[in-house]
């Protein structure tokens, strides 16, 4: 019991639950499963009175087993009615709740937990959790019945109560014991599938690279070892399932047969009616079917458990790194920047070390430097991604840890050299920003890309594909240049978003740069020598430090750095 109290409590802080459609699922369930009781008593009394001649009180009792049927099929109908509301509200609510999670962490998160796990997480786990509920008040209400049925007997034959009592304390006991060892194999077996699916879906990213090194038959091994250890753990699990399912329901049987004998020894002494043996056998009956459905109940809320751990190491991720925002709501932001004596430490690495610099509004930036000097980690500091270990970051003289979550979101965005683009239309990917159709277009024109749009059969309500692999790398480009622009932020941060466009799209970048500049600060991470000669202001990183700062001209001719990066 306490095992299974840990797993509700575990699934009640998926925080996923309307109080309302629980209590309408836990007393259909239980109404369900206690006008079940009545049908041994009436049927034992319709028995009795029809062998005794007492045909008018034996058919008044088949009227009220009449109605009871009535009355268990009506509430059976409520508990499906319940059931289908809550899995429908839980569902729901658990996908809203996943991404919202997911959407918050940093990127350290996809390191701790697969992309593979989260997507066998929120396409198989939540499904199966969403039903958790209704199997869970099933287990409950299948037990009280349980109980009832036993004190029923107990109250009509004392050693016969004792004796299915016993043997069914027993069996739940055995049961449990079976369901641990499932337990542990089915989340052995989860988190193989977890590497094949992972397998799969490199295979999947990587075709062009196993086509031309002809890789396919070592990643076969590579795969056969997973699918060998899988079915290891399924068997092991099996074993245990067939002990559940065949081997336990003996003890019931062995109950069945020695109550069995017992009434009919009653009957054949004059101790006990026909009725009686109804009644035994009705309720017998009835205790085995709820040992069933019992089992059914406790096996799938089992298998729930190993799925609800998942999702519970997804909602309750340890966010380390990710900082708690402030209460400043003052949006009136001008997007003046400074570093203040930054120092940075990643796994026991410095990264970042006592860096200052001020950066004004309406101006264009450059941050330079070999790879792994810590030009990416200036941007990461800035989306507050990680804490800092000295130092502090502001923007227009107020701490960036000060600022509220919205005021902060909508103030500073980035661009990456390799944007997301969703498997929708492009006007629902910028309306994920923004969904004002004229603004949309107005970003569109600003960067460059609305004739394109327009060339296109379907202009802006075209469907792209996932990641936009059916238009160009620079027109994909401008279109996320597009959705940052909507996003109304003053602070544009740009990660290398040239180095893979074609020459002719990154002239049309670098004037869109230099235009944003007139109502944003634009901060850019770049290698290209041409972005370098626009920026107003340039910033040189080497190991972390700031070694260099000026324009293209004074840095090319006074800070060696900068001349071994032009080289």
Known sequence: ????????????????????????LFFSAFLRSFTVLGFPIFTSKIVDFATQGLYKEAFINLLYLGINYLIY?????????????????????????????VATYDENFTKKLTKSYLVNTTSNDIWDVCMFADRMMDAITHFISLLIALGILLFNNIYIGIIVLVFNLLYLY???????????????????????VEMFAQTLDGTKEIKSFDMHSKLNEYLEINKKAWTKQYFLKRIYWDRSKVVLPILIMVAKVIAYIIVILGIAKGNMSVGMLVLVIGYIDRIENENTSFFERINKICNSSVRIDRLYNVMYYDNKNMLEFGKNITDDIFGNVSFDNVSFTYENNLILDNVSFDIESNSLTAIVGKSGSGKSTIFRLLLRLYKLDKGNIYIDGTSIYDYSKDVYSSNV??????????????????????????????????VG?????????????????????????????????????????????????????????????????????????????????????????????????????????????????????QK
């Open 413 to 446: 965005s980035i661009s990456t050299q390799k944007p997301f683009i969703f498997n929708m239309s492009i006007r629902e990917n910028l309306s994920l920003v923004d969904s004002n159709k004229e603004k949309q277009i107005e970003a569109c024109k600003r």
């Open 449 to 565: 890309i609305h004739d394109f749009i327009m060339s296109l059969p379907n202009g802006y309500n075209t469907i792209l594909k996932e990641d936009a692999t059916d238009i160009s790398g620079g027109q994909k480009q401008l279109i996320a240049l597009a959705r940052t622009l909507l996003s109304k932020s003053e602070i544009l941060l740009f990660d290398e978003v040239t180095a893979s466009l074609d020459p002719n799209t990154a002239k049309q970048v670098v004037k869109v740069l230099k235009d944003l500049k007139k109502d944003h600060t634009v901060i850019m991470i770049t290698h290209k020598p041409q972005l370098m000669k626009i920026a107003d202001e340039i910033l040189v990183i080497d190991h972390g430090k700031l070694v260099g700062k000026g324009k293209h001209k004074e840095l090319i001719e006074n800070n060696k750095y900068y001349q071994i990066l």
């Open 1 to 24: 019991m306490i095992r299974y109290y840990k797993i509700c409590k575990k699934y009640f802080k998926l925080n996923a639950n309307n109080k309302r459609l629980l209590l309408a």
């Open 174 to 196: 055995l049961l449990s014991e079976c369901q641990k060892k499932k337990d542990y194999y089915l989340m052995g077996q989860r988190k193989q599938q977890d590497k094949i």
């Open 73 to 101: 099929n009506l509430v059976y109908h409520w508990n499906y009615i319940a059931y289908r509301d809550n899995t429908n509200y839980v569902y729901t609510k658990l996908q809203e709740n996943v991404v919202d999670k």
